[in-house]
C-alpha cells in the first residue's frame, strides 16, 4: 500500500532521522510525548528483538511531528512496525502528519513492512486528533486489549495542584495508613542501586507466581535499570519494615510525565499484610513526582474492561489507585495502516488466536520456574 500523502514536504517542513538521544528527547519531550516515545526505551526494545527508528518532522529548530518506531522482522515474511504511544503530531500542525508518514511509508517499503501499529496518545474522547492519520490511511481496529502492545486503559493523577490538596484527595483510611506507617516500622526512600533491584524483581516473580501471569526475566529489568540509572530520569524506592524489604516501586520520568511502570508489594497466599507499606509506597511516589516538577503521573493499567467490573481480575488495583485520587485515562483505539492485505489477514488471526494461547502458556511456564528457584533456594 502507498500512503496516501504528497512526496513533496510543504514549506518550511524538514523531516530527519535522529541518531542522537539528547537531541531526541528533547524533540519528544517538546510534544509532550509518553516515556515509550523516549531514546532509552527504543534501546530497552532494541533487547527483545526490535530495532528502533526514529523520525521527526522540523519547522525551523521546533519539532512539529515525531514518531519512535520499533520494527522486527518476521524471517521470509517481511516486517512489522509498531509505535507505542505514538505518532506525535502537533495539533496546530495536522499537516506534518504528511511528511512523518511519507518517510515511514519509505522505511516500511524498505522492509517489506506488513503493517505499522499504532497505540496514540490520544485520549478516546478527543480522537478527532487523528483525522489527519484516518486520511493518510490509518483505520482502528476493535481490539480493547492485544498482547503486546500499550494498553489502552489506564490510571493517572493529576500533580499540579498542591501537595495538601492532593492528600486531602487521598482515601482516609490510606492517609491513616501513611500516618502510621513510621510507627509501624515502615520506611519508604530511593535506593536506585541493582541491590534494590534484585529486590523488586523478586518480588514481582512472586506475585506472577500467585496470580498467574508472565514476566520478563531479570536480564530484561537489568537492562532497563542501565538505560536509566544515570540519566535523572529513574525513580526506584524501596518500602522496608524493620529492615526488612517489603515492597518497591520503578518509575521513569520524560518531561513534565512521571509513569510507574513496575511495583509490587510482599504478599503470600492466605497472608494478610499488616504493614500497609502499599499506601506510604505510592504517596511517597505522588510527593517525589510532584517534587520533580511532573504535571502528571501514569499509574499504568490495572487488569481491567474499558468498563471497570467487580469480576474483572484487577479490580482491586483499579480500587487501590483509585483510592489515590487516580482517575482512569482511555486511549483512542489501536490504529493500523496496513501495508499487504493478505499477509496482515493472516497476521490478524495469529494475534487474536496464537499470541493469546502462548501467552497463556507463558504464564504457566514462568509460575512454575518461579516455583522451582523459589523450592532450589529454600533448600540450599
Request: hydrophobic share 40%; net charge positive.
Given at each position: ?352 488466536g496464537a499470541l493469546p494461547a502462548l501467552w497463556r502458556l507463558r504464564a504457566t511456564g514462568d509460575a512454575a520456574c518461579a516455583h522451582l528457584a523459589r523450592a532450589v533456594?529454600?533448600?540450599?
Open positions: 500500500m502507498r500512503i496516501r500523502a504528497i512526496d513533496v514536504v510543504p514549506r518550511r517542513l524538514t523531516v530527519t532521522q535522529v541518531q542522537d538521544r539528547e537531541r531526541w528527547n528533547t524533540i519528544v519531550e517538546a510534544l509532550d510525548a509518553d516515556v515509550r516515545q523516549g531514546f532509552e526505551w527504543g534501546e530497552l526494545r532494541r533487547r527483545a528483538g526490535w530495532n528502533p527508528l526514529r523520525i521527526a518532522v522540523l519547522r525551523g529548530d521546533e519539532p512539529v511531528a515525531a514518531c519512535a518506531l520499533a520494527t522486527r522482522s518476521a524471517p521470509g515474511l517481511g516486517s512489522v512496525l509498531y509505535a507505542s504511544r505514538g505518532p506525535l503530531v502537533r495539533e496546530e500542525s495536522p499537516e506534518a502528519a504528511g511528511p512523518l508518514l511519507a518517510e515511514i511509508g519509505r522505511v516500511a517499503g524498505r522492509l517489506r513492512a506488513i503493517v505499522l501499529r499504532a497505540s496514540p496518545d490520544v485520549r478516546a474522547e478527543e480522537r478527532t486528533r487523528l483525522a489527519p492519520l484516518a486520511r493518510l490511511g490509518f483505520r482502528p481496529i476493535d481490539d480493547h486489549f492485544t498482547t503486546w502492545n500499550t494498553p489502552r486503559c489506564t490510571q493517572s493523577l493529576d500533580l499540579r495542584p498542591s501537595e495538601d490538596v492532593l492528600w486531602q484527595g487521598v482515601r482516609r483510611r490510606f492517609r491513616e495508613y501513611v500516618r502510621a506507617a513510621p510507627r509501624r516500622g515502615v520506611t519508604v526512600g530511593p535506593e536506585n542501586d541493582e541491590q534494590a533491584l534484585n529486590g523488586l524483581y523478586e518480588l514481582l516473580v512472586n506475585v506472577a507466581r500467585l496470580k498467574n501471569y508472565p514476566i520478563r526475566g531479570l536480564g530484561y529489568y537489568r537492562a532497563l535499570f542501565d538505560q536509566y540509572r544515570t540519566t535523572g530520569r529513574m525513580m526506584l524506592l524501596v518500602a522496608r519494615v524493620g529492615g526488612a524489604l517489603a515492597g518497591g516501586l520503578l518509575a521513569i520520568r520524560l518531561g513534565p510525565r512521571s509513569s510507574m511502570l513496575y511495583t509490587s508489594v510482599r504478599s503470600e497466599v492466605g497472608q494478610t499484610v499488616k504493614h500497609h507499606a502499599a499506601p506510604a509506597l505510592y504517596w511517597e511516589y505522588i510527593r517525589r513526582a510532584r517534587a520533580e516538577g511532573c504535571a502528571t503521573a501514569d499509574f499504568g493499567p490495572s487488569g481491567v474492561e474499558l468498563e471497570p467490573r467487580e469480576t474483572d481480575s484487577g479490580y482491586g488495583v483499579y480500587r487501590f489507585k483509585q483510592g489515590f485520587g487516580c482517575a482512569t485515562v482511555t486511549f483512542a483505539p489501536f490504529h493500523d495502516l496496513v501495508f499487504r492485505p493478505a499477509l496482515y489477514r493472516l497476521l490478524r488471526l495469529g494475534e487474536r533456594g529454600a533448600g540450599a
